[in-house]
Each structure stands twice: as C-alpha cells, then as structure tokens.
C-alpha cells in the first residue's frame, strides 16, 4: 500500500534551533517525494522535491530509500518558518496522483 | 495569472443542505484534483480529474460526493446532503501535467456544517 506517514503532529523548537521534520513512506516502486507547506492563512505551495536535490529557504530533504525516509531538516529555525508541513509521495504511471501524510505543525518560538 | 481560484472562501451551512465548491484551475493546466484537509486525517485527494475526465474518484467518501469538470476552466465538488463530519478544508489544485510533477493549490474552502 501507498502510504506516507509523518510521525509528529506538532514539533516546537526555539528560533536557531535545528530542525528536522520526519517523514516515511511506503510505496512499492521508485517514488517522488515532495514537501509542501502551508503557512498561516495561506495556500499550500510547493517547498522542494527530492529528485531536485534543492535547498529552498535554507531548508532540504535526503530520499534514503533504504530506510524510505525523506526527512525535511533545516540547521537553524527561523519564527518564519512557523507551518504546516506536509510530506507527499507521487505515484508514477497514470495515476498521477499526491498522497500526502498528516502534516506536521512547525512552531518556532522566539 | 492569479493561480487556482476556489469560492467561496467559507461556507456554513446547515446539515442536509447542499453545498456546491467552485474551482478555477491555472489556465493551460490539464489535471485538476480536489483534496480534503481535516485535522485527524491531514489532506486526502477525493478525485481528480485530466483533460476534463475523472480518472480516479477513488477517494471520494460516498454516494453524497460527486464533482464535475465540464470544461477545462471549472470544476465543482458537490455534498448533497451534507453533514456535520463534511466539516473540513477543501482545496483544488492544478497541474500543467497529466502526471504529478507539480501542483499548484488554491486557497481553499472551509466548510462548516452545522
């Protein structure tokens, strides 16, 4: 079964912080993997994809396909940076489709 | 372009009442998806839909669902009778591809029933 799960629903850390938002995912051939963000009173938009290997906002994510893991990590947080996150997974073949985890609350206090 | 349009921004409405959602995708933009945000379950894709056909309506909870997309420019998401645990966040998205390679939201639906 295609499943991406976000263990944390809500991660609290101090502003310089590092930050690490985890995500794993189970799906049976080779994925991609996005994170999406959604800050407050806002849409959800695209913050960067694995096959990219980009670093958006200081922010970037490793595909560990061994541990089928793609954690969004960030070495010091900004109050900026205060969000939902949501881990996807995209199902290649026609089917097209994001399947998203529970998403993640990112609060960084000052 | 002003991205994908949803309306109306909220909705409350009573339990048993109809409630239709609107979506204006990205102009050029062939696939079109309506998620559900809820706090205990975060974002599920009810349906989606390319080049104007439902390809996967897997997603969509019961018969009270249903969506159209009659053209490339607007698509809506029915509930017809909704309840009370319709009560969520429903957002469209539009991509420029068939496959997902990237999505683009709109703001979003909150949907109230009461």
């Known amino acids: 079964a295609q499943r991406v799960t976000q263990p944390e629903k809500l991660l609290s850390v101090f502003k310089g912080a590092p930050v690490e938002l985890k995500c794993n995912y189970s799906?049976?051939?080779?994925?991609?993997l996005f994170w999406y963000v959604q800050y407050s009173r806002q849409r959800l938009q695209l913050l960067l994809r694995?096959?990219s290997r980009e670093s958006i906002k200081g922010f970037t994510a490793d595909l560990n396909k061994g541990e089928t893991s793609f954690h969004l990590k960030k070495p010091f947080a900004q109050e900026e940076d205060s969000a939902m996150y949501y881990c996807?997974?995209?199902?290649?073949?026609?089917?097209?489709?994001?399947?998203f985890g529970q998403g993640t609350t990112l609060q960084v206090k000052p | 372009d002003a991205g994908v349009i949803q309306s109306p921004r909220h909705e409350v409405t009573e339990m048993g009442q109809e409630v239709t959602l609107r979506c204006k995708p990205i102009?050029?933009?062939?696939?079109l998806f309506w998620y559900r945000q809820t706090m205990m379950r975060g974002l599920e894709l009810l349906i989606y839909?390319?080049?104007?056909?439902?390809?996967?309506d897997s997603g969509m909870p019961e018969d009270r669902f249903s969506a159209k997309m009659p053209n490339a420019s607007f698509s809506t998401l029915k509930i017809q009778p909704s309840e009370p645990r319709d009560s969520a966040v429903y957002f469209c998205?539009?991509?420029?591809?068939?496959?997902?390679?990237?999505?683009?939201f709109g703001q979003g639906t909150r949907l109230t029933v009461v």
């Open positions: 998205a539009s991509s420029p591809t068939g496959m997902v390679t990237e999505a683009f």
């Open positions: 799906y049976s051939g080779s994925p991609e």
């Open positions: 694995h096959i």
């Open positions: 996807a997974l995209s199902s290649r073949g026609n089917t097209g489709k994001l399947i």
């Open positions: 102009s050029g933009h062939n696939s």
């Open positions: 839909f390319n080049n104007n056909v439902p390809i996967d």
